[in-house]
Each structure stands twice: as structure tokens, then as C-alpha cells.
């Protein structure tokens, strides 16, 4: 008896704009155009056809052994849209996209990738050097490639989770426990809570934590696409209403779609408290959040503090196989505050740094914060609050908490 194996494909759908309209209502050079990308991205062709209407535009359909690929051009727009569908593992319909756009010179593409068929789905992150972890994302419930990364939002073994560059950002079985380590030490050190701001954090749970204590809040990220994903299809943060009403600026939290770096040099300021929420820093030369990290940042977001205020980030993984980017925004808020907390969550991997401008002892009283923390109590607080020792070494002398 022959055993069936099971179906599973990947579909993009794209939509390339900027490009030149004479290549647009050229049929042959689509033809060559979109062979060449499905091969190079490992297709097999079977046969391409084109045809040219009147007065312009030109439709490619490729036939390929795993699917098939198409093209329609509009010269009147300057766009042209693609359609990749293959199955198996063979062939890569993203890479053949990236491909056909860069023989377009297009100047700005949109993807939106879905996955077809039966069967989970391995996702593998990396997490140091040399290793990694596999997730089982059981169902796809949304996923594309925004201008600034790939969003993935499926169902594990965690509930709904959210990857963002094949890296876990928050899961619905744990994201309470990281997003109150994230906002609950800020807000108790701070002298006052009035105004937040909150840079990245697109699941919009830490904007909700805030406003819950009281504060009226800046909600700034650049990816739109990622935020209105997370409102639509995350149990937890913002609901698609929610989220509605923060993008008018009608409740205690605004929404901007902006760049951080250029928010900070135009925003008021007298912020009590400043969060850098952010994907993981990087060696990577082109992950351009990377510079959200920097000792220049830093001072920018001291620049735009209240008396008595704080700066607040997520600040990597304590364990010391996996602890550089962790000596390293030590180092960089001891030098850069008087006053440093840190706070390493004992039912999580991440760690978390705050720092005060002004120097004096951290007192941090649960009782005076008008939010009620779920995974936060007074004994926490002492014991979470002590850095490693390989962290605290790296420090300078009488520098940090």
C-alpha cells in the first residue's frame, strides 16, 4: 500500500510599484523576466506565456512543475502585480518575487505570503551562536514581508504567537509575564506617571499597562502593517477597536506610525517614563532598529524626560551563553544614568534595564502603582532586581543597582 504524503504549499502575493512603464507593456522582457526569477528561485518551468492588450498592459503566466507564476503589468501606474504559488520546499516563491522586482527596478515592494495545505509548520529561531529552537506553528494566521520585516502570527504550542524575522516576540502563554517585567519597574521608579512613551511594543499590551496605571501614553512604531496585524489577530493588546481609536488619538493612548529616532527630536517633552520595546539587537549591518540601541539613542530619550523620569528597555538574556547584549546595555545605561534597576524575570529569558539621570537609591513600593500586576509581587521585586555577576563585573566601579 503506497503511503500519501502531505500537501503543503506557499502562495505570495505581491505588488511591485515604481517601475519604469515601457518594461511594464514590454511582453518579452516580462517573459524572460519572470522565467529567470522562478528558476534562479529553484522552480522548474514547464512553459511561459505572455500577451499584450491594447492600448497597454501584459499579462506573464508561467506553468512550473510545482505550480505556477504570474505577472499583470499596468504601465498607467507604474505597478505591476505578481502571483507565485509552489508546492513542496524546492522552490522559494519569496525569493522569485525579490528576484522579479529587483529585474523591474521596482522601488517598493508588498508581500503577503499564505501557506496552502495540511500539516504544521517548523519554524526554527536562532538564539546564540550555534544554536537554535524549533517552534511548531500548528495554523498560519496571518503572515507578509511589511517594509520593515516578516510577520508571522500562528497558532503553537504557547497559543497565538508572534515572530517577527523568525524570532518569538510575545506567545499568549506568556507575553503577561514579559510585558509587566517591561513596565512594572519603570513606573515604580519613576517619581511621577503621567506621560508614557513606548517606542516599538507592537502587540500594544505595554500601552494598555500604562494607561491601566493612569498615564496618558505615545504609542510610536514604524510598522503599521505589523501593529494592525496584532490588533486583528493577537488575543491579547490592542483589539482592532482599541487600536482605532489610539490611530485617531481619541483615549489615554495615540498611536504614531513613525520612526522613533525622528519622534524623539520633534515630541514634547516631560515624559515620565520612556520604553524601548524592540526586536532583539543584531549583527546584522542592515537591521536598522539597531540604532535604537545606542548610547546616542539613550541620550535622546534622556533628553525628552520629566524631573525624576526614566528609560526603560528590554535588554536581552542573562544566561551567559547568550549574555553579550546584556553587558553591553549595561554598560551603556551605567554610563549613560545615575540611577540603574535591572530586573530579570524569573519565569522568562529576558532581562530589563531603567535608568534614572538623577543618581540616589531605588525605592520600588508596589503598593503606590495604581496598576495591579499579575506576575509581580514585593518578593519579586527584591530577588529579580540583582544582576548576574559577570554583568554587575562589567560595570564600572559603584556604577548601576
Known sequence: MSEIGTFSGRHVLAELDGVEPRLLDDPEFLREALRTAVTE???????????????????????????????????????????????????????????LARALGTESVRTTTAHRGHGARQLVEPVGRGLSRSWTVEEVLFETRTPFQHVLIGRTAQGVSLFCDEERQSTEATQLTYHEALMVPPMLLAKRLRRVLIIGSSEGVASRIAADAGALVDHVDIDREAVRACAEHLPYGYTP????????????????????????????????????????????????????????????????????GVVSSQAGCPTMWRNDTLITAWRRFTEAFGTVVYYGSDEHEWAFLSGRREPGEPDLRLEELAYRPETIDATALRGNTVPPLRVRASAPPGRGA
Open 41 to 99: 528561485a529553484g522552480a522548474k518551468v514547464i512553459d511561459v506565456l505572455a500577451h499584450r492588450f491594447e492600448p497597454h498592459g501584459v499579462t506573464v503566466l508561467a506553468m512550473l512543475a510545482e505550480s505556477h507564476a504570474s505577472v499583470h503589468a499596468y504601465p498607467e501606474i507604474g505597478a505591476a502585480f505578481a502571483d507565485v504559488f509552489t508546492c513542496g520546499e524546492r522552490a522559494d516563491p519569496e525569493l522569485a518575487v525579490r528576484l
Open 241 to 308: 477597536e482599541e487600536l482605532a481609536a489610539a490611530e485617531r488619538g481619541d483615549g489615554a493612548v495615540r498611536v504614531h506610525y513613525r520612526d522613533g529616532w525622528e519622534f524623539l527630536g520633534d515630541c514634547e517633552p516631560g515624559y515620565d517614563v520612556v520604553v524601548i520595546d524592540l526586536p532583539d539587537e543584531n549583527d546584522d549591518p542592515a537591521a536598522q532598529h539597531n540604532r535604537l540601541y545606542g548610547a546616542e539613542f539613550l541620550a535622546r530619550c534622556a533628553a525628552v524626560l520629566a524631573p525624576g
